[in-house]
């Protein structure tokens, strides 16, 4: 350990004494878990899914031969040796966290197999998505009696693939709005990480599985009026870039930072997709009549999530000495108005086109100021994936295409290499 050598390196110097080493080896030796325990966790939860799923392929292979009561009681081993695994970890190993998470993750799998063998056996009837609801519910008390975060993970994977198979590809008629209140179940155990471990990886795991289940489910309410439903999504990332700069994850590395990620790509990736002609012309034909828009599910949603970032602004730039304005914070509200020119006229094509060039060069800015070379190019990459796009829809020659290409290519280099040299001043 690097510490350790530097506490030797003290010790011989004669800086400190040996009693002091010996203070400041233990302090770091209690706060500082061996990095062998997170291999030892990964590989336990990895060996626990692989002999689930070897157990299952086992069975497959001889099933047709077994009779109804033999098969019953098969379907039952698996989540019986679950549970007494999960107990044994309880009574016996309850701070080890690799016994938590692997025994964990087999109890789950085990249930979800023990499901589908009895749905098989006596002929149950039902659909995939009922029988991922079923399979997550039962899984959520895992969660919470075996403290496991892998268990979490899987419940969200679970949860988002049952919304999924509702809303996207299973009957129109059925809605997703369960998955709504199933998410809420595993809020407080996330709360309860932040406290607790929010150093660990299982956070960041969860700052990633969150907001993009929460993202990829949205799009399950569009139902009448679609196009509304890009304002939703722009408002949501607006809520998650808001929720990645609160004191509750901004201390977070920035690759951890799944809010702040998510909500600032899921902004510009928007606004790239909405730069081009065929969504405003199309936008322009469409008859929106008062009523049909604010009695729609998607104008609710829009106006909540709307509302929910507006407060979530207000309240951080009230608190906030001095005040600052970052990138990405006012695109929600900046792009209602676009959206509304938009069902009139194409200067909304202008619009976005301004607004996306306006966020790459104040992240450049912001990039330069913290010091920052992946901020910086995060902001020159914006810059260059809107000239790629305006190459694709734009009339203008090639030699004038090539100029911007070149000037673009020239702004990274010089951008580059003043950063670097700054840095090599201070």
Request: hydrophobic residues 50%.
């Given at each position: ?19 002091t080493?010996?203070?400041i ?17 990964v590989?336990g ?6 002999v689930s ?5 086992i069975l ?7 009779s ?8 039952f ?6 549970q ?11 701070e080890?966290?690799t016994?938590?998470e ?5 109890l789950?799998?085990?249930v979800g ?31 919470y009696?075996?403290r496991s975060?892998?268990?979490?993970l899987l419940y969200?994977a679970?949860i ?5 198979e ?30 607790k ?6 956070f ?16 399950t309410?569009?139902?009448d ?20 700069n ?15 990620m998510?909500?600032?790509?899921g ?5 790239l997709?909405?730069s081009?002609?065929f ?5 322009i ?17 829009s106006?909540l ?17 001095p005040?600052?304005i970052?990138?990405?914070?006012l ?6 108005g ?9 200067l ?27 901020i910086l ?11 790629i ?8 020659s ?23 040299k ?5």
């Amino acid at each position: 350990m690097k510490v350790r050598k530097e506490i030797t390196e003290l010790l011989n110097a004669g800086v400190i004494t040996q009693e002091t080493a010996d203070r400041i080896t233990q302090y770091y030796d209690s706060k500082t878990e061996p990095p062998s325990n997170k291999l030892v966790i990964v590989f336990g939860i990895l060996g626990a899914i692989l002999v689930s799923l070897g157990i299952i392929l086992i069975l497959a292979h001889n099933w047709d031969s077994l009779s109804r009561s033999v098969k019953t009681v098969i379907a039952f081993i698996p989540l019986l040796a679950g549970q007494a695994i999960c107990g044994y970890t309880l009574l016996k190993k309850e701070e080890s966290v690799t016994w938590r998470e692997a025994g964990s993750a087999f109890l789950i799998f085990s249930v979800g197999a023990c499901i589908g063998l009895l749905s098989q056996i006596y002929n149950v009837s039902g659909n995939l998505a009922s029988y991922l609801f079923t399979w997550t519910l039962l899984c959520v008390p895992i969660i919470y009696v075996m403290r496991s975060s892998m268990a979490s993970l899987l419940y969200i994977a679970g949860i988002t693939w049952y919304a999924c198979e509702i809303g996207y590809w299973g009957n129109s008629t059925h809605e997703s709005y369960l998955y709504w209140g199933m998410l809420l179940l595993v809020l407080p155990y996330y709360y309860m990480l932040y406290r607790k471990r929010s150093e660990g990886n299982f956070f960041t795991f969860h700052n990633w599985f969150i907001p993009l289940s929460v993202v990829i489910v949205l799009g399950t309410v569009a139902k009448d009026v679609g196009d509304l439903m890009f304002i939703a999504y722009v408002s949501l990332f607006g809520l998650l870039y808001l929720i990645g700069n609160t004191p509750f994850i901004r201390d977070q590395k920035i690759r951890n930072n799944g809010y702040l990620m998510l909500g600032s790509l899921g902004t510009v990736g928007i606004l790239l997709v909405l730069s081009f002609n065929f969504f405003w012309s199309d936008l322009i034909d469409k008859d929106f009549s008062e009523k049909n828009v604010f009695s729609s599910v998607e104008f609710l949603v829009s106006a909540l999530l709307t509302l929910a970032a507006l407060s979530l602004l207000i309240y951080q730039k009230m608190r906030q000495k001095p005040l600052e304005i970052k990138p990405a914070e006012l695109i929600f509200l900046l792009f209602i108005g676009v959206f509304i020119i938009g069902l009139s006229s194409l200067l909304s094509v202008v619009l976005i086109n301004l607004l996306v060039l306006g966020v790459g060069i104040l992240t450049i800015r912001e990039g330069a100021r913290e010091n920052h070379l992946g901020i910086l190019n995060y902001g020159l990459l914006i810059v260059t994936a809107l000239v790629i796009c305006r190459f694709f829809d734009t009339d203008i020659s090639f030699v004038l295409k090539g100029i911007l290409f070149v000037g673009v290519g020239l702004g990274f280099f010089f951008a580059n290499y003043w950063m670097m040299k700054k840095k090599r001043v201070t």
